[in-house]
């Protein structure tokens, strides 16, 4: 059963936020107090059996490939609401955008190259994709060019987070003679399809000797161990302070979805998470009258609500250090933050229930990307 259809006519948010991966700590104020018990239910479970857990690979930009039913190859990018049937239509869409700077000599001559390499990778995926390969995968581009070669290892720098590969691995034998790489996600039958996971057939399917396929990996090599007490602690802040939480929450005159003001202001403030904050950081977002509005509320819901964030990401932090080391090194890899040069990868996430949670370090990994 999905967190989502757990909840009853209690729950207060009425617009959608965040995204389809939710941070665990986020599902309080998303999805409300009854959904976060479920969530505290799951890490319990986590601390028995962590195999549900794989890795979350840090890469960019997302893209989306495939075929249609009457085989049909297409390869776009997520913001991509067409199918683009040939390598032309894919840099004709890009160019096509809106783009800061667009205008400008120097920008638009970065944008043809972008343009251009998009319209190589279109032709690699097409001859990797079988023409009997029906549906859609959604992933991450991982490397578009052949990595480079430091030392015994290859490395290559998709996103925030760079990748240290040994050459002596299947990974890294694989991965010294492509061209390019991509980190799958989800599966779709058709075009605009929802999502679904990725199987091992899936993954075998597809794939050159130009094309490394990544599936997402599951953590086997490390078992976390979960604190009982500390899920006991927090199921009871949950059910202390649940009422008012649903409260605060509630849509009222002039603010119609707190929940989505949280959302902003924890994606850039997440070290922090105070409720004096996050008012100052409203007073720099918010019209008079809202802000007006939000004083009205006070401060104890969202004392509340931040409060069990932060147990919440303790406990998601500690499964996070535990296990993804392993799981990487386990293919031979090794992950660093390049802007701050900590240890470690974006994250990983639970897939062991119909509702997929990302497990973020936000001290680090969202502090990082936030420099780039």
Do not use: C
């Amino acid at each position: 059963m999905r967190i989502k259809e757990i909840i009853t006519e209690s729950k207060i948010i009425t617009e959608a936020v965040g995204r389809d991966l939710q941070h665990v700590e986020d599902i309080i104020y998303i999805d409300g107090p009854e959904a976060a018990l479920n969530v505290v239910n799951r890490l319990a479970q986590l601390g028995k059996d962590s195999k549900s857990m794989t890795i979350k690979w840090d890469g960019s930009p997302a893209v989306r490939f495939g075929r249609d039913e009457q085989g049909r190859f297409h390869f776009g990018d997520k913001h991509s609401k067409e199918m683009n049937l040939d390598p032309n239509a894919i840099a004709s869409q890009v160019m096509n955008r809106s783009y800061k700077g667009k205008g400008d000599p120097a920008v638009d001559a970065e944008r043809q190259k972008f343009a251009a390499s998009q319209s190589a990778i279109w032709k690699l995926y097409e001859a990797a994709t079988p023409k009997n390969f029906r549906g859609f995968v959604d992933g991450d581009l991982m490397w578009t060019t052949t990595p480079q070669v430091v030392g015994d290892e290859l490395t290559i720098s998709p996103n925030t987070v760079q990748y240290f590969v040994k050459l002596t691995t299947p990974l890294g034998k694989r991965m010294a003679h492509s061209r390019s790489g991509v980190a799958l996600h989800f599966y779709a039958p058709s075009f605009g399809d929802g999502h679904q996971p990725i199987t091992p057939e899936i993954i075998q399917q597809l794939g050159s000797n130009e094309v490394v396929i990544l599936g997402p990996k599951t953590v086997v090599e490390a078992q976390a161990k979960v604190n009982p007490k500390e899920l006991q602690t927090l199921a009871a802040s949950i059910k202390k302070f649940a009422p008012i939480i649903n409260a605060y929450l509630a849509p009222m005159p002039g603010i119609s979805n707190i929940a989505a003001d949280i959302y902003a202001y924890t994606n850039s403030n997440a070290d922090v998470l105070t409720s004096q904050h996050f008012m100052q950081w409203a007073q720099t977002k918010f019209t008079d009258k809202k802000m007006q509005n939000l004083l009205t509320k006070g401060t104890k819901g969202l004392d509340a609500i931040f409060n069990i964030m932060q147990q919440f990401m303790k406990i998601k932090v500690d499964i996070i250090n535990q296990t993804e080391g392993p799981a990487l090194g386990g293919m031979g890899i090794r992950a660093v933050l390049k802007k701050t040069g900590d240890q470690g990868g974006e994250g990983l996430v639970d897939t062991g229930s119909d509702q997929p949670l990302k497990f973020v370090n936000r001290a680090t990994f969202s502090k990082a990307n936030r420099m780039r």
